[in-house]
């Protein structure tokens, strides 16, 4: 399978993957993002919510390097270390994105790397040529 890479300096992969991938079809697959500011290299302090907005954040950078917005986002999946940051997470999330919403799933893990509470990752539908 043919794969285009997307990149964004704003982003840290912290082993071994593409920020994005666009495959043959029209949509692009984004990697799961932690909250790792890129400007220190390191988690960014601060609760799920704060947590939230990092993630989100190098998310659209990756958006960005492909020339697209969170309007082109079809499918999130986000990953919580707690379930009880639900609502943290919900609240920064829903200020990303306007309706239709995408679809989404939220998965309770028992880590996340670097130890970070939440992690996201998004698939996104790229323009047809």
Do not use: W
């Not at 954040?57 to 390097?65: D, I």
């Amino acid at each position: 399978m043919a794969r285009k890479a997307v990149t964004s300096a704003q982003a840290q992969a912290i082993g071994p993957y593409s920020h994005g991938v666009v495959g043959r079809s029209d949509l692009l697959f984004l990697s799961g993002q932690t909250p790792i500011d890129p400007a220190t290299g390191r988690l960014v302090d601060g609760d799920a919510g704060a947590q939230t907005k990092q993630c989100l954040a190098n998310l659209r950078h990756v958006l960005e390097a492909a020339d697209l917005t969170f309007d082109a986002v079809v499918k999130v999946n986000v990953f919580l270390t707690d379930m009880d940051d639900f609502a943290a997470m919900n609240a920064v999330y829903e200020r990303h994105f306007r309706p239709p919403y995408p679809a989404r799933s939220t998965i309770g893990v028992a880590a996340l790397p670097l130890g970070a509470s939440v992690e996201i990752e998004m698939i996104a539908a790229m323009p047809r040529e």
